[in-house]
């Protein structure tokens, strides 16, 4: 269990004063931007006692502190210098209608989106125990497979969701539609059919630390949950008298749904889940091709530590918005790394459309064959691939058999499948490739 913090009720002559050495020395700046927890705040102590100097940081966060209120429960939130940073690094690169320079082709968006829902959605599940390969996952979700087993429904629940969210990003929160998100998340998921997009009906709901049984979060009782829902809605749909900007406020709506606990399982993909909705409401389009779960899961300790801090702390949010802003920077870093790979790969297939009567998409279904001698190919991967109708899959690939670049292999009596042809190379050859 995290340590408390001293609980200051009065700042005296002594702590303005220390506060206002601090400001000067540009200490404060930096703990503040960092917004360490008191387990560090008080190693960091060397001009007065540990008690004291967590005394002057947390009269510079009451200054600048906002307040917000959700079912009578206070909670606040600073705007540092490091989060207006990110905000503003963020305004410029996934909002706005004129693009991004992170280089995404008109013609390869539908592609990339398709490619980070997936990944969101695998990683999203992961964190919440689900137990298979990314390979596995991607090959159910592109060729559509029925999934096996728990895990692999979660990752496929995960993905049909957030492909809702995108579809439906410019409509209003209501409870109903919160209920219809999480019972797509937690189809064939839950111990009990009947608590598939239902709010819990009983308090038997603790969040707890399984290292060693310890209960860390206690929500509120199930008789405010649908009170609280209702404010949130309202929180997401309208604009507050004081301005809050987006993305804190799409942050906020994660950490509410985590706070309140509604579900009996499934609230941190729920969670997740709503922030993106948030976002590309608001006009952060770019947000569809951000995996932030994937960050997340890979920092998973910190995420529940930001969670942590926030309540441990008089319910300072604060903690949870600096976190989350970290795993969006690393997020889009990431993105911009994975286009740059992308377009790599476009590169490497553009021999292919030398080839007369080959289109980009069937120059990419080469460069797949040529690189996995044993690869096998399905009109309904193609599909999800490419975002492309049954009659275009099926086309690509027939025009690719009718070049010699591909054999068709009987599945069963009406499917068929394809596979590199033995005469590929010798193709290939023929047009000086």
């Keep these: 269990m995290i340590e408390s913090p ?24 930096e703990i503040n931007d960092e917004y360490l927890y008191w387990d560090k705040v008080k190693y960091k102590a060397k001009i007065a006692t540990p008690q004291e100097y967590w005394s002057a940081i947390k009269l510079s966060r ?39 320079n992170v280089g995404i082709a008109e013609t390869d968006k539908t592609k990339f989106m398709i490619s980070s829902i997936m990944e969101e959605a695998i990683s999203s599940s992961q964190m919440e125990g689900a137990n298979t390969t ?23 629940n995960n993905f ?18 919160l209920l219809y998100i999480h019972n797509l998340i937690s189809n064939n998921t839950l111990e009990k059919k009947e608590e598939e997009g239902v709010f819990r009906e009983n308090d038997e709901i603790f969040v707890v630390n399984y290292s060693n049984s310890e ?21 997401f749909n309208n604009e507050q008298k004081i301005f809050i900007h987006p993305i804190i406020k799409g942050i906020i709506i994660h950490f509410m749904i985590g706070w309140i606990h ?81 377009q790599k790969e476009v590169i490497q297939a553009a021999k292919f459309v030398k080839i007369p009567n080959v289109n980009e998409r069937q120059a990419q279904i080469l460069k797949i064959v040529s690189e996995d001698a044993d690869r096998v190919l399905s009109s309904k991967e193609m599909e999800n691939r490419f975002n492309i109708s049954s009659f275009t899959a099926r086309t690509d690939l027939k025009n690719l058999e009718k070049l010699g670049f591909l054999e068709k292999i009987q599945v069963n009596k009406i499917k068929h499948n394809f596979i590199k042809s033995k005469n590929f190379n010798k193709i290939l050859k023929s047009y000086n490739l």
């Design 134 to 156: 990314r390979k596995k996952a991607k090959e159910m979700i592109q060729k559509e497979l029925k999934p096996k087993n728990k895990s692999e429904q979660m990752i496929m």
């Design 262 to 342: 509604p579900f009996t399982d499934g609230n941190g993909r729920t969670a997740r889940t709503l922030f993106y909705w948030y976002m590309l409401k608001n006009g952060y389009w770019l947000t569809e091709y951000l995996t932030i779960s994937t960050i997340i899961k890979d920092t998973k300790n910190q995420y529940e530590k930001a969670f942590l801090y926030t309540e441990n702390d008089q319910n300072d949010v604060t903690y949870f918005i600096t976190y989350h802003l970290k795993t969006m920077e690393k997020a889009f870093i990431g993105l911009k790394d994975y286009i740059g790979r992308k």
């Design 62 to 100: 009451s200054l600048n502190s906002q307040n917000i209120i959700f079912g009578g429960n206070l909670f606040q939130y600073v705007t540092t210098d490091y989060i207006q940073r990110l905000l503003h690094y963020f305004d410029l690169h996934i909002g706005g209608n004129l693009g991004s």
């Design 6 to 29: 001293p609980n200051i009720k009065i700042y005296d002559k002594k702590t303005i004063e220390l506060h206002s050495r601090l400001r000067l020395s540009g200490e404060l700046k």
């Design 160 to 177: 049909v969701t957030m492909k809702y969210v995108v579809q439906h990003k410019t409509e209003d929160l209501t409870p109903e539609k």
């Design 215 to 235: 209960v860390v979060h206690t929500p509120p009782k199930h008789q405010e949950i649908e009170n609280l829902i209702k404010e949130l809605c309202d929180f």
